[in-house]
């Protein structure tokens, strides 16, 4: 790896910068038609022309990129550093997330080239340190592009640290929710999804999600268990109400790195739902003893032993 490096010429490296501010032409003009046509990151299409153009955000992050890439054709090494490190963010999101896996590939892809760019921006200041042929005085416009970089850098630092802070402290609790602590947010999710019938009551709910609560939760109502997930923007749900579970058993115990496991199986069709509940402030146990109630059957351990439904 060091010798690849050390053998890099000077017009190669320049070549990895003016490759770089390629790519990022090309993404701008892929940006530019799927944002025309409402196209996001799962794939989904919903819009038109004006999608884009009343998109504000991605048209100011889509001329930064394209900047930025000019800014690596002439050889800017932060710009360098700033597109490498978006795109690699940008493919962990994606990977995370519900991204269709093409968008997923491309991104990676762009990754390699950026990544290529800043190893030729490091070269080619290396090698015309060395150069008397290249004069080592640096321009004024690129000294106002590092310095334009710099307070972009700091701007968006600023705006993930607040989206960050904003979706920790409004995504998905650690532990499960119950009746009286289900957030405000939790419940317009849930009314998003279509998931609650009208006059249905949740009485506990926890979501596996990092970030966004859409991505899996589990339900238990005073009617029934419901377990959701989403994918390529569709969510897909499954629910056995109460009086239609003949089997539950807890497959898994959680720990402090797992959730609790429970099995579900319906009477009317005979399949299973899995609910996933966290063991955390004792939620799971919680949770699985309100099915007890709700469903009057006994829970299955993993030992094989069956624990009977309380007294009155």
């Given at each position: 790896?060091a010798?690849?490096f ?5 017009e ?14 090309f ?5 530019v ?16 022309l004006s999608?884009?153009?009343?998109d504000?955000?991605?048209?100011i992050?889509?001329a ?5 890439g ?5 050889h ?11 795109f ?18 491309v991104?990676?892809i762009?990754?390699?080239?950026f990544?290529r ?24 416009w ?9 307070l972009?850098t ?11 802070w904003?979706?920790?402290?409004n995504?998905p ?23 609650i019938?009208?006059g ?16 899996e939760?589990?339900?238990l ?7 959701y997930?989403s ?7 499954r ?12 497959l ?5 790195t797992s ?6 199986r319906?009477?009317?069709?005979g ?14 146990e919680?949770?699985?003893?309100l099915?007890?109630?709700k469903?009057?059957?006994?829970i ?13």
């Open positions: 790896m010798n690849w050390r053998n890099i010429t000077l190669q490296a320049d070549n990895y910068c003016r490759s770089a501010f390629l790519a990022s032409v993404f701008a003009i892929i940006d038609i799927a944002g025309s046509i409402g196209i996001s990151s799962n794939g989904q299409r919903s819009g038109s999608t884009y153009l009343l504000f955000e991605r048209m992050s889509t930064l990129i394209l900047g930025a000019f800014a690596v054709k002439h800017a090494r932060f710009w360098a550093i700033l597109l490498f490190a978006f690699i963010a940008n493919s962990v999101m994606l990977a995370m997330g519900h991204g269709r896996f093409i968008f997923i590939i991104s990676f762009f990754c390699f080239f990544g760019s800043l190893v030729g921006t490091v070269v080619w200041h290396r090698l015309n340190k060395r150069s008397e042929e290249v004069p080592l005085r640096t321009p004024i690129r000294k106002a592009l590092s310095a334009l970089g710099i972009v700091i701007i968006l630092t600023i705006l993930i640290a607040f989206g960050a904003s979706e920790i402290r995504g609790s650690a532990a499960v929710s119950f009746k009286d602590n289900i957030s405000q947010k939790t419940i317009e999710v849930l009314d998003q999804l279509e998931l019938d009208e249905e009551e949740v009485l506990a709910f926890y979501s596996t999600a990092v970030f966004d609560l859409k991505d939760g589990f339900i109502t005073d009617r029934r268990a419901i377990g997930r994918g390529d923007g569709q969510v897909s749900s629910h056995i109400a109460y009086e239609n579970i003949g089997h539950i058993e807890v898994n115990e959680g720990g402090v959730e609790t496991v429970v099995q579900i319906s009477l009317a069709d399949k299973s739902l899995i609910l996933k509940l966290s063991p955390e402030n004792d939620g799971d919680i949770a699985i003893d099915l007890r109630a469903t009057g059957k006994q299955i351990r993993p030992q094989q032993t069956v624990i009977p439904r309380p007294q009155d």
